[in-house]
């Protein structure tokens, strides 16, 4: 495997450095061939530079790329806004030989030069892709056999497609087909692929961003879901973060809210405060207290439906 660079983001490693902590857990359990670089800035965002300033948002985003052209490394995040981000500059820049001249102009000032050559992957279909299903299942040291799962795609991890190219947009099974290969059941459900709606706290509509949280959480707790996983700091923000505060409110949806890393630390045989878990604003208790019940029973109906019950699960 190709050695790669590990762009954080801002939102992980300013907020949540419990997330990149189980991040360089689990890289390193798996032997996997990473590096940190000097001079990675913000990706930059999207939905608030580009919309203020498209010529920043390029050229930040092509600087960024340009550290890992220049040194032969290609790049893995686990943050799905920095990946969207990153491959759409990429793209425009590889389809717009003008702008890409403009922006190695300005680059060369400082001593760069965008090429583009940089494969750039978001970490779920990373797993997926470079990992694979088989070496998974060879590594873990306990499955999530009778847990039933909530993938969270997000927006950014699958689009814009024709930059990202790494599942379907309209239909991803990337994520479901790692949460299967953990043992776990993935469910389907209508609000699968809704944005979570954090952006809508970035411009003073908290109470909207609440209302789409809202949804998917309820929905949840009906289709009887142990937890939602997800692979974003900014859904991450939302679910965790807004469901705390709705319950503050008296609200009490009480769904665990699991990182991917986390899962996965989880399943490689580190325990939750190893991983950081209990930094997590909402209590993912029950969730741990299911899997061990589930773990214990054998795997038919009766043993499952057991273990939920004793376990207080979901719905």
Known sequence: MKEFAVFWGCTIQTRFPFLEKSTRM??????????????????????????VDHAAFTLTGARNVALVDEAGLDLVSPCTGCVSNLATVK????ADPREKGEVN????????EFTGIANLSHLVPFFHDAVGAHKIRQKIKRNFAGMKLAAHYGCHMIRPGYALRNDDPLDPKKFD????????ESLQFPTKLMCCGQGLDRVDQHDNALYFA????????????????????SCFLQFDNNQFLMEKEGEKLGVPIIYFTELMGLALGFNA????????????????????????MPLNGAGIDEAMNSAGALG
């Open 26 to 51: 689990v890289l390193k359990e798996f032997n996997l061939p990473f590096r940190d670089i000097d001079g990675f800035t913000c990706c930059p965002e999207k939905s608030l530079v580009n919309n």
């Open 91 to 94: 793209s425009g820049l590889k």
């Open 105 to 112: 102009a300005l680059l060369k000032e400082v001593g760069r």
């Open 177 to 184: 087909n790692l949460m299967t290969a953990l043992g776990a």
């Open 214 to 233: 809202r949804l998917k959480l309820k929905e949840l707790k009906a289709v009887g879901a142990d937890a939602l996983v997800l692979c974003c700091p």
């Open 273 to 296: 405060e190893e991983l950081g878990m209990t930094a997590h604003r909402v209590d993912v208790t029950s969730f741990l207290q299911k899997w061990e019940a589930v773990s214990k």
